[in-house]
């Protein structure tokens, strides 16, 4: 009988010659698998390292230590956990720090491999899995970089928090109809709270309330003065009180979080001052009060807020998520597709099925859409290429889109180590121009006609 050909769904042969998929292989013999519960651990090693291959241990400290102990004992080097919740931390940090490799493997993947049985348990699975080289680990920063995403992360609470205690003020106010949030507009500025505070210590004239304000306020002091005329009910002023005192309380707690902040900051220093002709961006609201980008470009060699739509805040939520080191990704695709930006690629039969982006919760991409959906009304390349997405698209996915710009440009940053330049939203508008000119000469051309140009 004759030989065929491998064909391609079009009926072409393949150019290139076919090679048979090789068997599977034990490359990691030396690989454990773990099952994380909140009150113990289920451990597997390979069955010639041990009478029991699998043991359970509670999540104690000292269970811990023993548990690490025994892998040791059996000359394990690889381990392979799935990220349950936060009970992986202690473990994962514990048996980072004592040599081991350590793989936090999503468990959707590790259950999509099949030929899994019933009667095996899922640390046996894992350690099955880990050691014919199907699992891989996702990424985590260096541990000087978790322990500062942890307080930039605990920073970013109590700012929420506190945003919401100033809505608790403007609810009390809006009980005692003291129209203060409708002649100023921040509530929570050096004038709203300098008039807070004088009613919280008993002062009711509207005229002397009303002086209180800064000079910046556009507002008149009748203007204020009419709004500050309510009725002063005493539960109100209690729901106004509260508000106040825990608005100061998560102050406190985040000056706090400023300074330990600032001291993690120093000791991840490994570049010099930024440039002078570093472009310079005004403090953002609710930023750290010491310089949070000088010190952002003495951790990375780059800066992050010279790229449009992105602050002091928006960079420190980036680098304190990626880090400044991204070796581990090959390319910026990769980069993108762990941000969860870019597009899928459901291919079958050699037709897209669907590029429906896939829902992750990432806080790095969350911060990068934010800055995305700030570049509406920029007079720069990347407001251009924003409000281009918005004319082919819906907002959503225009934002989406600009969001997956964003994170290249930040890949090619920090791998790269060169400064971003804008070109200017006039320049990008001539590149575009010039693109769709070339695409329609040469459709124009395939069709047998020539394009010329109307004489002025």
């Known amino acids: 009988m004759k030989k065929l050909k491998p064909r391609k769904p079009d009926g072409r042969t393949f150019k290139k010659k076919v090679v048979s998929p090789t068997p599977l292989t034990e490359i990691n013999p030396n690989a454990a698998g773990i099952d994380i519960g909140s009150a113990s651990h289920y451990v597997a090693v390979p069955s010639n390292r041990s009478d029991t291959p699998v043991r359970e241990f509670p999540s104690f400290t000292d269970d811990l230590n023993a548990l690490a102990d025994w892998l040791t004992e059996c000359g394990i ?77 605990s920073r970013g609470n109590l700012v929420r928090d506190q945003g919401q205690q100033v809505q608790r003020m403007q609810k009390a ?44 306020v556009r507002s008149s002091q009748e203007q204020v003065a009419k709004s500050l005329k309510g009725n002063w009910r005493s539960e109100h002023l209690l729901s106004l009180r509260v508000a106040v005192n825990m608005y100061d309380a998560y102050s406190t707690q985040i000056l706090e979080c400023d300074r330990e902040l600032e001291s993690l900051l120093k000791t991840l220093e ?142 090619a940053l920090l791998t790269k180590g060169e400064a971003f330049v804008d070109a200017g939203e006039k320049a990008y508008e001539e590149r575009y121009q010039k693109r769709v000119m070339e695409n329609l000469k040469k459709r124009v051309k395939e069709m047998g006609y020539v394009l010329t140009p109307i004489s002025a």
Not at 183 to 191: C, E, F, I, T
Request: hydrophobic share 40%; charged share 20%; with cysteine.
């Open 270 to 411: 490994k570049h010099g001052d930024p440039s002078p002709a570093v472009k310079r961006r005004s403090p953002s609201r609710n930023a750290p009060l010491f310089d949070i980008r000088v010190a952002l470009y003495k951790m990375s060699g780059v800066d992050l807020t010279c790229i449009n739509g992105i602050d002091v805040n928006t960079a420190m939520k980036i680098m304190a998520e990626i880090g400044p080191d991204l070796s581990r990704f090959p390319s910026a695709k990769h980069f993108c597709s762990w941000l969860g930006l870019a597009p899928g690629t459901r291919v079958s039969g050699g037709k897209v099925l669907s590029s429906h982006i896939p829902k992750r919760q990432n806080r790095a991409a969350q911060a990068l859409r934010l800055a995305a959906a700030g570049l509406r009304r920029s007079q720069s390349a990347l407001g251009a290429y924003y409000r281009r997405m918005c004319s082919r698209m819906d907002k959503g996915s225009a934002i989406v889109a600009t969001a997956h710009k964003l994170a290249r440009i930040i890949f």
């Open 77 to 153: 080097t690889t381990v392979a956990m799935e990220s349950t919740g936060v009970y992986w931390i202690p473990l994962f940090e514990l048996l980072d720090s004592r040599g081991f490799d350590v793989l936090l493997v999503n468990a959707r993947h590790a259950k999509n491999v099949s030929g899994r049985k019933s009667d095996i348990l899922d640390c046996q699975w894992l350690q099955q899995l880990l050691s014919y080289g199907l699992l891989n680990g996702a990424y985590r920063p260096a541990d000087e970089i978790c322990k500062l995403r942890s307080v930039v992360r």
């Open 173 to 216: 106010y809006t009980e005692m109809n003291i129209q203060l949030g409708n002649v100023l507009s921040d509530l929570a500025g050096v004038s709203g709270m300098a008039i807070t505070r004088a009613i919280l210590k008993g002062e009711r004239d509207p005229m002397i309330l009303a002086t209180l304000c800064d000079w910046r």
